[in-house]
DNA sequence: ACAAACTCGGATAAATTTATCCGATATAGA
DNA sequence: TCTATATCGGATAAATTTATCCGAGTTTGT
């Protein structure tokens, strides 16, 4: 469904937004330890992510990364997904095409495009607080 | 959404149905060119869509590929996807944990089900049969 | 029996995604 | 100012997906 750099891409910034919560600076390798994932493909992810203004990084010693308060019921799972993998998944042609529309569907077309417009739905109104609430009231699980 | 293989495999398997139900066995060639995929990685697929009984195949002079017309309402997007690109797509976790469930659900665990479910019950209920018809009357279309 | 028209399947190659390495640069603290 | 600790960013490598090539085998029609 998405990307890996996309999925840690998302987990990181969940990983991030709860220790902003709690005013804390995460270091790169902090997350890929927690997440599990190759440190320095990870650093590449967080890197877009502090570009697209997701996340904040500082240089230096004591730096690392950070979510600004304002961002943690801002940023939801489509800035992330956009950010890292593109609009195609929930935006393109199921098969591929890119003139495909209303006008000029495909075969999926519209069993397709609800599921698409259901999916971007679920990603606009899903914020990082939300699944950051979720974790610390172990409702559901970052770490395996 | 889907990889490329798999949109050329349904693709074809659509523009095999259709002469299907016009009795007539199509080659390689022609699908490359009806569907404008490159030729030998679509011999591939249909192979493999071949093997698992979705298509047959027919060597020699006058061979080429055609299906059972048993097949037309029997099989579903779901067997090509599945074919293809496994079942990971409506099954896997959006964050890609092999271990996630509702009893240890990853962050997005339940937002991602319901749009998995509503995946899969397309996949399986959208024959080849009902997206033949579709381009038969007009409705969609598979050439550009 | 032979030639023409096909698919099969193994070996490669190109393109993309995922992953690693490392020097450059910035910051905090002694 | 110096050192330790970080991220940045460019170069490269490994893995996977996509795509190509071609000899082998099969079938039809002559």
Known sequence: ????????GIKATVHICIRSQQHERVSLKNIAEK????????????QSLAKNDIINSSKGAKGGYEMSEDNFNK?????IVKAIDG????????????????KKPC???????????????????TTLQELADDINEGTSFLVR
């Open 87 to 102: 609009d195609n998944i929930y935006n393109g042609c199921g098969l591929g095409y890119k003139n495909c529309n209303a």
């Open 107 to 125: 075969p999926m077309h519209f069993q397709f495009k609800s599921i698409r417009d259901d999916l971007k739905k679920m990603l606009e109104t």
């Open 1 to 8: 469904m998405f990307s890996k750099a996309c999925e840690y």
């Open 35 to 46: 997440i599990d994932s190759p440190i320095a493909f990870t650093a590449k992810i967080l």
């Open 75 to 79: 940023i939801t799972l489509l800035d």
